[in-house]
């Protein structure tokens, strides 16, 4: 069980409220910062819950998509017509045009709908389909050889700027020790369990999409823009989805292909992406390869950075990620190059960019601080930039390392006779965050009920409780009193749930709105109570007199003097009620078999902050679910393409490898509650640091150190023979 | 509370070492990398009591489903798996399709008194058979134990594993109604989480024991 504790941290430099809704003060709370259970939980636990993949419409057609076998191609025909005449088939469409590309194996190219799936898979091999095969590149190694084909009129090479800071040789002289090496991450791909697709209904020029997406708004603009067709005609809706980790924010091109089968069948068309489809197109977090020197004095203190790096994002850019992390070189350069490859491009992965960075970055600081032989922690807390609300890691890792029992670590490799070795490990993570925007619309009805119109969506993390927590504090209600409407682009608008934006736009539109219809309702009903509008709160479902709780009446007696004409208020965002920055330390503990090479964590502690808490509960299990992501990609995930082939080799779930039930560590979250600074988001940040904090604790534990991820047995395995090859310890 | 410790009506369960209840990485280890799909298939459809389906197909055939008590009729092709059955010809969506091939456990339901992957298993061989899915578990609006477990816990977040997590608990504690943690972990093993609830679903699976609360 996580520590419910939440402690306080007295931030320097907090931002003035200026607000005219301020949170309340937080020791005055009755719901705000205390742990509260899902609104939705009972629907999602009883199968009730409807999922986008869940909407069965009357007459619904079935649409698959038909994808390149080949990872680079021209294509010369597409010949659909055996296709139509199948049986149940209502639609067909071409996707490229002779004459277009295909950049990697699970590019688009044709789409059926028919009246059943079978028969809509069934329909797809029936689509004759020419290709002119090109040459392609499956790794970034092969994409960077000079005679390597090029993915792109124009090379395989996009060229990052160089970052220059200092001086880089004067760095160098002043460096006692000097570490050279190379770290490498993996391409993972988000998996979410509900995969990419909608379900797509025309009435005349009207369309009802419901998308499993993470931006309704922004998936109604979408649409609009490839089917070229207003705004106003469309509407999304996305009540539940299963997931998304930054993949989702608009229609793609299955979502467009779906629209389009409708129209043409003349009816409902759902097209959802299957495992392998959504393996191969739907986004994946990209490669990284940083080859690193650093230097440090005799004192433990940093002197010099010289890093390049590359990575793939498949057939697109965005392979870029923030090196060195988090620690002051004070003279450092930075090259990075992204390197395109015929692979799905990659997409937004929580917390995107990060935890490559921090992975490299942090197995450095392991190797310099033993070079130096302090202790990791120490020689961290030595190279930490100033202090700052967003920055409180000076403060963090001593609480983590107590917590955690730092103190028990061993030097670097386990002395413990027999072949199972353990280790402890730690690593630091910050992110951004912040956000703003949001509208909200807040209804107080005749019968004292209260409905909270957003257009934000609940991905999985609780945002529509916290909805109505934030609702029910301002009026003074049972938060499961609130009607939370939200998943929808009819309601007003808020921006993508993506980048730990969703709370910090949120909450602040959610507190300002009702506020504004708690001074509506008083401005109504103060006369018939004889008292002032100003002078009236709402607290314990009740409408008084402040300080003077026995002049008031119920909230519901209160609602029944408004008579038919409920209150109606919209409101959004302002400034003042959320902040951005947020910083977290994360300790591990595994044991590594060194006759199996199988790693197992055995135990991850994590201090963590995000601003105001509204729901630690909720907080605290996307918490979880940060590390376990971490877990997950430090030792399971690994995109593996064929080099040969190009071909995906895992587009699966049992050998795209996702912990289970037994390979999750125990994990102790102790949140840090900063309601000065008013509400952030904590989607990313608990997962950057996770895989580095393994991989240390596995270099702790062996004495060898695993520079590449996964750390799956033969990586494992392998380093242990090299290094005793080599004859020597680290 | 006592009869909220079976699926409503359903005999006491035999939960066999197959489907969900075995652990994925030692299953896939036992049966090798061919056999996965086919020995999933073979091993969760005991032949003993149902009749062996006549040769039929390849169109559509009139089947009969007893899905939580009911008796449902509908056409299906022979290949048409008990998932896609329930979830696009009778609109019972609680079961989750997520990897369609037997590794996640996001379509678990018991099948006479047994966790089975309903992607891996057709329509046709489940006639005759007892089936409950989630949408059985809830007496009305009140929640089974181990679901008011898991919402008190809070074992949910994005929730698409959540009804396989809830069928395969459920099947444990049938079986055992005290599971230690290590045995709890083992029967969750067949069930894949993306969101990262596990440590929230197992302190909920450990509380409930059995069905009873305390």
Redesign the interface.
Known sequence: MADRQVPEVKAPAAPTQHAKYPWPEPATTQLISKPHTRLDGALKLSGHAKYSYDVNRPGLLYGRILRSPHPHARVVSVDLSDAQKAPGVKAALAIVQPGGKVMYQGDEVAAVAAATEEQARDALRLIKVQYDVLAHIATETLALRPDAPAVFEGGNIKEGNTDETGDLDAGFKAAAEIVEATYQTQVQTHVCLETHGCVCEWEGDKLTAWVSTQAVHGTREGFAESLQIPQANIRVICEYMGGGFGSKFGPDVQGVVCAKLAKAAGGAVKLMLDRKEEHLAAGNRPSSVSKIKAGVAADGMLTAFDGESYGTGGASAGAGFPLPYIYTFPNRRRRHRDVFTNAGPARAMRAPGHPQGCFATELLMDELADKVRMDPVEFRIKNLPAEAPNRMWRKYFPIAAEKFGWSKRHATGDPTPGPIKRGMGCAANQWGGGGRGTKAHVEIHSDGGVVVRCGTQDIGTGTRTIIAIAAAETLGLPYTSIKTEIGDSLYPFSGGSGGSTTSASVMPAIRVTTGKAFDALAARVASSMGVQPVSLVARDGRVFVKDTPSKGVTWKEACRMLGTEPVSVDGEWEAGLSASGTSGVQFAEVQVDIETGVTRVDRVVCVQDCGLVMNPLTTETQIHGGIIMGVNWALFENRILDRNTGQMVNPNMEWYMLGGMSDIPKIDVVLMNQPERGVIGIGEPPTISTAAAIANAVANAIGVRVRSLPLSPDRVLAALAAQQKAGGTL | MASSEEPRGGPPAAIEDTGPGV???SF?KSVGVTG?VAGVVAEAAPTAQAPAPAAVGPGEVSIALTINGAKRTLKV?P??TLL?AL??RL?I?????????G??G?CTAVVDGRTAYTCSMLAIEAQGKDIR???G??DG?V?HPI?QA???H?G????????GF?MSAVGLLQKNPTPTAEQ???A????????????????AVLQVKGGSRG
Do not use: H, W
């Open positions: 652990s994925r990485r896939l996965v092709e290949r048409v896609d979830r696009n609109d969506t609680g079961l989750k399709r997520v990897c369609d091939r590794t996640c996001a899915t989630i949408e578990l809830t609006t929640l679901q898991i919402l008190e809070d949910t977040m994005c929730g698409f594993c959540t009804p809830v709890a972990r083992e969750l093993d067949g069930n894949i989480c993306r969101c990262g609830t596990y440590n929230r679903l197992l302190d």
